[in-house]
């Protein structure tokens, strides 16, 4: 995660990145009463690889160039950020385009992934490779010891200074780094919970950040696919304010991930690693 930061191009001037959020009025149902409230913001962000498309998301239009880096890593597209050699931002208002220049190595790879999928039916996960692509063979962290209790303490309401944009107006999701003197470094937000992670992976490469020590906290619910984006980011302890998954468990277990859960009243719960002979 110490990657050299990769060359990122800023937006054209003429087409900013539209705000993350903009007030809408609304009334009650009998339109008796009307008022106005901030809304957090989405925008279509389509992403191409070497002039190939490879997906459209949909995130806050926020840190774009953190989530093109940390969407990337964490979908197993590059191993390294140095493996971006170049990335262009353009659009605008709710239509976003981002085209990135990769290592030859790393499209030859995405490429045999595409062919992979080709013919596959519209759910977008039938036949055994796209099955074999949902469950990649990740390599085993080597393990790291657990976080001391005291830097859980009060946790929620410390990451509060890290989302200024659900403070604002809620409807996102929060990816916090702490390190290895358990302080809070980096925060970022998205409608996405996937996003909002993909964007701290991002910022942590972009901002040169050593993982050694940290944790990852993520205030959505846990599931495999964020397991396996920390896996693949080397993060070795991965905290959640919402329950895990059955089978992100087995997966942090299986890949001496220390996985974490912060629930809202009671004390953390640590799934992995497990207790011997523990469920």
Same mark, same amino acid.
């Given at each position: 995660?110490?990657?050299?930061?990769?060359?990122?191009?800023?937006?054209?001037?003429?087409?900013?990145?539209?705000?993350?959020?903009?007030?809408? /009025?609304?009334?009650?149902?009998?339109?008796?009463?009307?008022?106005?409230?901030?809304?957090?913001?989405?925008?279509?962000?389509?992403?191409?690889?070497?002039?190939?498309?490879?997906?459209?998301?949909?995130?806050?239009?926020?840190?774009?160039?953190?989530?093109?880096?940390?969407?990337?890593?964490?979908?197993?597209?590059?191993?390294?950020?140095?493996?971006?050699?170049?990335?262009?931002? /353009?659009? /605008?208002? /709710?239509?976003?385009?981002?085209?990135?220049?990769?290592?030859?190595?790393?499209?030859?790879? %995405?490429?045999?992934?595409?062919?992979?999928?080709?013919?596959?039916?519209?759910?977008?996960?039938?036949?055994?490779?796209?099955?074999?692509?949902?469950? =990649?063979?990740?390599?085993? #962290?080597?393990?790291?010891?657990?976080?001391?209790?005291?830097?859980?303490?009060?946790?929620?309401?410390?990451?509060?200074?890290?989302? =200024?944009?659900?403070?604002?107006?809620?409807?996102?999701?929060?990816?916090?780094?702490?390190?290895?003197?358990?302080?809070? %470094?980096?925060?970022?937000?998205?409608?996405?919970?996937?996003?909002?992670?993909?964007?701290?992976?991002?910022?942590?490469?972009?901002?040169?950040? @050593?993982?050694?020590?940290?944790?990852?906290?993520?205030? @959505?619910?846990?599931? #495999?696919?964020?397991?396996?984006?920390?896996?693949?980011?080397?993060?070795?302890? %991965?905290?959640?304010?919402?329950?895990?998954?059955?089978?992100?468990?087995?997966?942090?277990?299986?890949?001496?991930?220390? %996985?974490?859960?912060?629930?809202?009243?009671?004390?953390?719960?640590?799934?992995?690693?497990?207790?011997?002979?523990?469920?």
């Amino acid at each position: 995660m110490n990657a050299k930061r990769p060359a990122c191009a800023a937006p054209a001037l003429e087409t900013p990145a539209p705000a993350a959020s903009h007030t809408y /009025s609304y009334s009650n149902l009998e339109h008796t009463e009307s008022a106005s409230t901030a809304l957090a913001e989405e925008v279509a962000l389509a992403i191409a690889f070497n002039g190939i498309s490879q997906a459209v998301m949909l995130v806050t239009p926020t840190d774009l160039e953190d989530f093109i880096v940390g969407f990337s890593l964490g979908s197993g597209i590059i191993q390294d950020a140095s493996d971006i050699y170049d990335l262009q931002l /353009s659009g /605008s208002g /709710s239509a976003q385009y981002a085209q990135v220049t990769i290592a030859n190595r790393a499209f030859w790879n %995405l490429k045999q992934q595409r062919r992979q999928l080709a013919g596959t039916s519209g759910c977008g996960l039938c036949g055994v490779e796209a099955v074999e692509q949902a469950l =990649p063979e990740l390599e085993v #962290l080597p393990g790291a010891p657990l976080p001391p209790a005291e830097w859980l303490e009060g946790l929620r309401q410390r990451i509060g200074a890290f989302q =200024p944009l659900g403070q604002h107006c809620g409807a996102v999701h929060a990816a916090v780094f702490m390190n290895d003197q358990g302080q809070l %470094l980096l925060g970022r937000e998205d409608i996405g919970r996937h996003n909002a992670l993909d964007k701290l992976i991002g910022g942590l490469v972009r901002q040169n950040i @050593s993982t050694a020590g940290g944790l990852a906290i993520v205030t @959505s619910r846990c599931s #495999l696919e964020l397991i396996q984006k920390v896996l693949r980011a080397g993060i070795q302890t %991965l905290v959640s304010l919402s329950s895990p998954t059955g089978l992100a468990v087995q997966w942090a277990r299986r890949h001496n991930l220390n %996985l974490i859960h912060l629930p809202q009243k009671n004390a953390p719960r640590v799934y992995s690693p497990a207790l011997e002979n523990q469920a």
